[in-house]
Structure formats: structure tokens, C-alpha cells
């Protein structure tokens, strides 16, 4: 008699997880398990044992970083790229297509929106996606912050790296199409667009096998640990909440992390 089939069970993970780990694996388990917190639910199960040693650093490890490009000014969009994809549940996006080249799949409209890659485990919804002249697909992360000076020397913004990675391979997994990389447009809100940017990350062997890695990584780690520090806790939002029991400062905000350049959206 054959035995039964057994399907691994595989932790979903989401490129926003990966930012959060990327700063402190506790924030990921308390951002998680708070989910429910905004509908009136209880608090999810957090993986981090109470007598957890904290890290000075995250230990996840960055991805490739060797061929970024580093763009000041408008985004590029040429006359026959066309947006295929929208993220409806974000009201702040930029307009960046006129209505005759927005041309949504609808395999990925309304309730089907969100992104699934069931080889790596990945859930979720890119901000935008270009399809370009030639076939190619392009995942686009906007965020409102400013393109700072000195992007390649302070890797500040690397967790941007981290989050446009995963989105590529959810989009080549979904679509199943090439995606040579992905971009992260700053749009510079607080400026009126003054010093808006934005960076071209590849996609390619080396990325998708960091990715492969760090989600084995993530999913492997017991614990979970807390990464106490100023430039993680002053803008986390657990923190802000009062759930951390290790925090070393204290909320000041989302724009805490704008200045010490990090954050979601900022
Ligand atoms: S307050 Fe600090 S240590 Fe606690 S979860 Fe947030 S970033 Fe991590």
C-alpha cells in the first residue's frame, strides 16, 4: 500500500516580512501576530522565547548589491511600456500611465490581486508593474521619501533592496514571465518632488538564490530575536503599541525612520 502523500507545510512569508527580519526578526513575529489586533481579534502566537539573548544586528544577510543604478529625477516610463498591475488596496500611488496604456491583467484584478509564488512561499502585492516594450516585466515599490544623498556608500536603504528582490520573484513566478529587475521610486512628497529618484535593482541568479537562502534562513530561526537599537525602535511599529519588551527608544514615529532612512511606505 502506497503511503499517503504528505504536502510540506511551508511558512507563507511576505516581501514586507522580509524588511521587517531584515531590521529586527521580533518586529516580523509582533507585526505578524498583531494582525488581528486591527479587526478586534486576539494576538497571534509569537515565536520568541522569553529568555532570548537580543542581537546587535539582524542576522540576515544582505543581498547582492553589485549592480544597482542609482537614477535622480523622473522615472523613465518609454511610449510603449504599459501598467499591468496596481495595488487597489494603496490610495496613494503615483499616476505615472495616461488611462489608454493601463491595461490590467485581470487574472490579477479584485480579489485575485494578491501575488502568490507557491515553490518559494512568497505572498504579495507590488505597488505597480510596467510591462515593457519588449515582453519584460518590471515591479515598481513607491515610497515617499526622498532619493538620499550618498545611496550606494550608507546601504541605508538596502531593506528596499531586500523588499524589491522578493517582489520580482513574485511577479516572475505569478505572471510567468522574465523580470530583469525591479525599481524603487522615491517620489519626494515632503518636497513637492524636488529630489525624487529612484533605483534600478537587478534580478537575476545571484538575487534569486540570496532570496531562496534568506527565506530558508527565516523560517529556520527559532527565535526570532529582538534587535534593540534607536534607528529600529524609535519608528517600530509594535513598539508604538507598547508589545516590545525590549525596546531601547521610544516611538517617535514613522518619519523616525525616514531620518535614520528606513520605514514601509516612507
Ligand atoms: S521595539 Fe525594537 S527590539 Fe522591539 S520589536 Fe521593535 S525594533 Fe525590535
Known amino acids: 500500500m502506497l503511503a499517503p502523500e504528505t504536502v510540506p507545510l511551508v511558512e507563507p512569508l511576505t516581501p514586507h516580512d ?3 527580519y531584515y531590521r529586527c526578526p521580533h518586529e516580523m ?3 505578524r501576530a498583531s494582525h488581528a489586533l486591527a479587526t478586534g481579534g486576539p494576538m497571534g502566537p509569537v515565536r520568541t522565547p522569553e529568555h532570548v539573548v537580543p542581537l546587535r544586528h539582524s542576522p540576515l544577510f544582505a543581498p547582492p548589491l553589485g549592480h544597482l543604478v542609482v537614477n ?3 522615472l523613465d516610463i518609454a511610449e510603449k511600456d504599459l501598467l499591468v498591475y496596481e495595488d487597489d488596496g494603496e490610495d496613494d500611488l503615483p499616476v505615472l500611465f495616461p488611462p489608454d496604456r493601463v491595461r490590467p491583467d485581470i487574472r490579477f484584478a479584485g480579489h485575485n490581486a494578491t501575488l ?3 515553490e518559494f512561499g512568497l505572498r504579495g502585492r507590488p505597488d505597480l508593474i510596467v510591462q515593457r ?3 519584460t516585466l518590471v515591479p515598481v515599490e513607491y515610497k515617499e521619501t526622498h532619493l538620499f544623498v550618498g545611496y550606494h556608500e550608507a546601504h541605508g ?3 528596499d533592496t531586500v523588499q524589491v528582490v522578493a517582489e520580482c520573484r513574485l511577479v516572475e513566478a505569478a505572471f510567468g514571465r522574465k523580470v530583469p529587475y525591479g525599481i524603487v521610486l522615491y517620489g519626494d512628497e515632503a518636497g513637492g518632488g524636488a529630489h525624487e529618484g529612484w533605483v534600478r535593482i537587478p534580478y537575476g541568479d545571484p538575487e534569486k538564490a540570496w532570496l531562496k ?3 530558508g534562513q527565516i523560517r529556520g530561526d527559532r527565535e526570532r530575536a529582538p534587535v534593540p537599537a534607536e534607528r529600529n ?3 517600530c511599529e509594535p513598539n508604538e503599541r507598547g508589545l516590545c519588551r525590549f525596546a531601547a527608544a521610544r516611538y517617535e514615529g514613522p518619519h523616525h525612520r525616514l531620518a535614520l532612512h528606513t520605514s514601509r511606505r516612507l
Open 18 to 20: 522580509l524588511v521587517t
Open 29 to 31: 513575529e509582533l507585526v
Open 72 to 74: 535622480e529625477g523622473r
Open 116 to 118: 502568490a509564488d507557491p
Open 133 to 135: 516594450a519588449d515582453g
Open 157 to 159: 536603504r538596502m531593506f
Open 213 to 215: 537562502v534568506a527565506l
Open 233 to 235: 525602535c524609535g519608528g
